[in-house]
Each structure stands twice: as C-alpha cells, then as structure tokens.
C-alpha cells in the first residue's frame, strides 16, 4: 500500500464559499473525503494537509521524504511566487502532480506562470475537484508502474530556467 499525499496552499481552506464560480462548491472537507475514499478504494493510503504557510507546506514536503509516495500539490497563489517550495520539491525527489481547479491558463496573466509544471510529473488545471481524481488514478498508475505512466520520473534534474 502507497501513501498519496494531498497538500493544498492558502485560502483553499475557504473553499466552498470561496469565489464558487471558478472553485466550485465543493468544501475542503467535501474534497478530501472523496479524494482520500478514492485512493482507499485504488488500495492506497490518502493523507491530506492543508495550510496558509509557506514555511508549514515547505515543512510537510520535506516531512514528505520519510511517510508519501506519490504527492498531488495545489500550491494556490504560491503557484505563481515560491521558489522556495519549488527548490522543496526537488530536494525530496518525490513525483508528484500539480493541480489547479480553475485553468490558470484562461485567466490573469500573472496566474499563466507556475514555478512547479516544469518539474512536476504532469499539471491537471481547470477541472475543478475532478482534476484531483484525475490525479489520485494518475498516481496509482505510477505507483504500480503500469504501462503508459511507469515511464516518468521524479522532478526534473535540469528543469529549465524560469
Ligand atoms: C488555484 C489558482 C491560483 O492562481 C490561485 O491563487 C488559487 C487557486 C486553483 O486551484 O485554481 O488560490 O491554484
């Protein structure tokens, strides 16, 4: 059994009521359980954090090195500004997914940049809580090396220069 590790940034502690029309309805609470149910019932472990912190979330990614497998990682606005939770990825050298409930892509122009994609396993944006899903049946594709996703890595060992 895999431990998939679900850590969501700041604010996302609001959602529900949080701008509903582009994060959905759907309350953390609401998100984690069917996230976790999912992961349990792919035969894994889903264990989620969420914190308004730079320093807390840079914390559980390091803490990460010792109890996750797989991560699935909404970096909310630190998207768009975190070196440092970025340089935190690639010193724990675990795979993981970013995700995104709105598309980044179709809006402000400083939300159209991420510190993470280029050294993540793959990005899901613009899915709302289904890009989560996506993500927990990605990881167990990755975590019992089936065809079509056993191919990937960890985050990039020469990630290009932002
Ligand atoms: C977000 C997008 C970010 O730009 C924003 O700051 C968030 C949420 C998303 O899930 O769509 O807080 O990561």
Not at 5 to 10: A, E, F, K, S, T
Not at 34 to 53: C, D, I, P, R
Not at 82 to 111: C, G, M, Q, T, W
């Amino acid at each position: 059994m895999a431990t998939i590790l679900i850590i969501n940034g700041p604010n996302l502690n609001l959602l529900g009521t949080r701008e509903p029309y582009l994060y959905g309805h759907d309350t953390l609470q609401q998100l984690n359980s069917k996230v976790v149910a999912l992961a349990q019932s792919l035969g894994h472990e889903g264990v989620t954090f969420q914190s308004n912190s730079e320093a807390a979330l840079i914390d559980r990614i390091h803490q990460s090195q010792d109890d996750a497998d797989f991560i699935i990682f909404n970096p909310a606005a630190f998207t768009h500004t975190s070196i440092a939770l970025r340089d935190a990825l690639i010193a724990v050298n675990k795979p993981f997914v970013e995700v995104h409930l709105s598309n980044i892509y179709r809006r402000e122009v400083f939300r159209q940049s991420s510190y993470f994609s280029d050294i993540a396993v793959g990005t899901l944006a613009g899915l709302g809580t289904k890009g989560y899903l996506l993500a927990v049946r990605y990881a167990h594709y990755y975590l019992t090396k089936q065809e079509g996703a056993s191919y990937h890595y960890g985050p990039a060992q020469n990630p290009q220069a932002h």
